[in-house]
């Protein structure tokens, strides 16, 4: 399914291409202090040996296939995959100009609290989303890797709640905004 395959690379190009662009929009100086050098330096490195696996995975046959005959799970993980870039990316663009960047964990001097939109009802949709589309992507491409979504959980999990203490820390209003929303699904967590 040579379209499959081109639909969750280009999903992915649009996401890294929103990524960059509203990241170069909202530049500004930080409240808090970034991490050590070598910490960041290794996430960063993490993260693009991550995306170009993820990319070049696109492009091979089944790795560690599921099923001999995939065709529904192919289009079930397509459906999940869309649902997961939608809401990262609308996560993303709704964050606007106060979005930092993660490996640098950065509360910026202009950043507010936002409320409206995903934010409305849970205070990580991109994280959610990256989680949904990955699962979908995996699913999509008949992979058993899709246990690495599953291995990835905890360390999103960890990043949301440190996240979160330094916006507590930092940022007027988001302990209430904390109170009256959920983490990572409406109405329940």
């Given at each position: 399914?040579?379209?499959?395959?081109l639909?969750?690379?280009?999903?992915?190009?649009?996401?890294?291409?929103?990524?960059?662009?509203?990241?170069?929009?909202?530049?500004?100086?930080?409240?808090?202090?970034?991490?050590?050098?070598?910490?960041?330096?290794?996430?960063?490195?993490?993260?693009?040996?991550i995306?170009?696996?993820?990319?070049?995975q696109?492009?091979?046959?089944?790795?560690?296939?599921i099923?001999?005959?995939?065709?529904m799970?192919?289009?079930?993980g397509a459906?999940?995959?869309?649902?997961?870039?939608?809401t990262?990316?609308?996560?993303?663009?709704?964050?606007?100009?106060?979005?930092s960047?993660i490996?640098?964990?950065?509360?910026?001097?202009?950043?507010q609290?936002?409320?409206?939109?995903?934010?409305?009802?849970?205070?990580?949709?991109?994280?959610?989303g990256d989680?949904?589309l990955?699962?979908?992507?995996?699913?999509?491409?008949?992979?058993?890797?899709?246990?690495?979504?599953v291995?990835?959980?905890?360390?999103?999990?960890?990043?949301?709640?440190?996240?979160?203490?330094?916006?507590?820390?930092?940022l007027?209003?988001?302990?209430?905004?904390?109170?009256?929303?959920k983490?990572?699904i409406?109405?329940?967590v």
């Open positions: 399914m040579i379209w499959l395959r639909y969750l690379l280009a999903g992915l190009i649009l996401h890294k291409a929103v990524w960059e662009y509203m990241k170069r929009r909202s530049g500004d100086s930080p409240k808090a202090a970034p991490p050590a050098g070598l910490v960041v330096t290794a996430m960063k490195a993490v993260k693009i040996l995306l170009l696996g993820i990319l070049v696109t492009l091979l046959p089944d790795i560690l296939p099923s001999s005959s995939p065709t799970l192919r289009l079930i459906a999940v995959y869309t649902i997961g870039l939608i990262a990316l609308l996560g993303r663009l709704q964050l606007g100009t106060n979005w960047d490996e640098t964990a950065q509360v910026l001097s202009r950043q609290v936002v409320s409206n939109g995903l934010y409305r009802y849970i205070r990580h949709p991109i994280y959610i989680v949904i990955l699962t979908g992507l995996e699913l999509s491409l008949n992979s058993w890797l899709v246990l690495g979504v291995l990835m959980t905890p360390f999103i999990l960890w990043k949301a709640v440190r996240e979160e203490e330094m916006l507590a820390a930092t007027t209003g988001y302990d209430d905004y904390r109170g009256r929303t983490r990572f409406p109405f329940v």
